[in-house]
């Protein structure tokens, strides 16, 4: 069974930084594609940012195109989202989600939220201005 957890969300002013972790369980040895949601209040859910573990190919959102990076720690099974010059608007519950339908998210886009297979509780980011 797959289990992810994110953490790393909180309070901080627009200009700066967060990075998320996501703690991924059942996964090891498997190809799978990762990736995190955002939903402000309000609004539909949307993908932020993908990573495929088979190539380490990544995808950003245009929002957030030279800001954010994704990352991964293979022996940690963890995930990160580094969140820089953060603008209030993008105060959001971060989710992680994971599919082993890798080459599937490929072909259908990593916003095919029905795609994946796991999703973790989410994080709160708050950007006070």
């Known amino acids: 069974e797959v289990h992810l957890v994110e953490s790393g969300g909180g309070l901080v002013q627009a200009g700066g930084s967060l990075r998320l972790s996501c703690a991924a369980s059942?996964?090891?040895?498997?190809?799978?594609?990762i990736a995190w949601f955002r939903q402000a209040p309000g609004k539909e859910r949307e993908v932020v940012s993908c990573?495929?573990?088979?190539?380490?190919?990544?995808y950003y959102a245009d929002s957030v195109k030279g800001r954010f990076a994704i990352s991964r720690d293979k022996a940690k099974s963890t995930v990160y989202l580094l969140m820089n010059r953060l603008q209030t608007e993008e105060s959001a519950v971060y989710y992680c989600?994971?599919?082993?339908?890798?080459?599937?998210?490929?072909?259908?886009?990593?916003?095919?939220?029905?795609?994946?297979?796991?999703w973790g509780q989410g994080t709160q980011g708050t950007v006070s201005s």
């Open positions: 059942g996964l090891a040895g498997a190809d799978y594609a």
């Open positions: 990573f495929w573990t088979s190539d380490a190919c990544t």
């Open positions: 989600a994971a599919s082993l339908k890798a080459r599937l998210i490929d072909a259908v886009g990593p916003e095919a939220e029905h795609e994946y297979d796991s």
